[in-house]
């Protein structure tokens, strides 16, 4: 009997020691606050992304800037967090936190990339400064007209030798 009882309190201490690490192995919204970046490559390409997770009005938020495609401060939405799992509500964004390098990684969502599977890693980083808008020297422009593609255009408008216009979409 006796064995027994050192033999759990034993257990118990074991418990009691490593419960720490456990606890810093899972991450907490506040351990995120602040800047994250990643350059994630596709093709030999790459392009700049940054993450801001901030606490507004008492809610977990992230952001999404993206200065190659003049996107700033995109709001996310509401950031939850299941043990090391983070995804967000407005774009559906799901990364992992690893303890070990202190990254969150995942892919990008369909949602923004719907044709390629593309690994993503977030960095901890500096503050994302967002660039002054250009100064429009010329004459406001006015829409002329438009069309609907019928889905999301993924490419630049191009034009051809006899002025017809051509845009990629899905």
């Not at 967090?81 to 390098?101: M, R, V």
């Not at 390629?116 to 006015?142: A, L, T």
């Amino acid at each position: 009997m006796k064995y027994l009882a050192r033999h759990a309190f034993a257990c118990l201490i074991a418990i009691a020691l490593a419960a720490p690490a456990i606890a810093q192995t899972t991450v907490r919204f506040e351990d995120l606050i602040g800047w994250w970046s990643a350059d994630p490559v596709h093709g030999g390409e790459s392009a700049h992304l940054v993450l801001q997770f901030v606490e507004k009005d008492g809610k977990q938020e992230a952001q999404l800037s993206a200065a190659a495609l003049g996107i700033y401060d995109y709001p996310l939405g509401a950031a939850t967090f299941t043990g090391n799992s983070l995804k967000t509500s407005a774009l559906a964004i799901s990364l992992t936190w690893n303890p070990d390098t202190k990254t969150l990684s995942g892919n990008l969502p369909a949602d923004v990339v719907p044709v390629y599977n593309i690994p993503v890693e977030f960095k901890r980083s500096d503050p994302f400064v967002k660039p002054p808008p250009r100064d429009w020297k010329g004459p406001r422009p006015k829409v002329v007209w438009s069309v609907e593609t019928g889905a999301p255009v993924w490419a630049g408008l191009e034009r051809a030798g006899d002025g017809t216009l051509f845009v990629g979409n899905e």
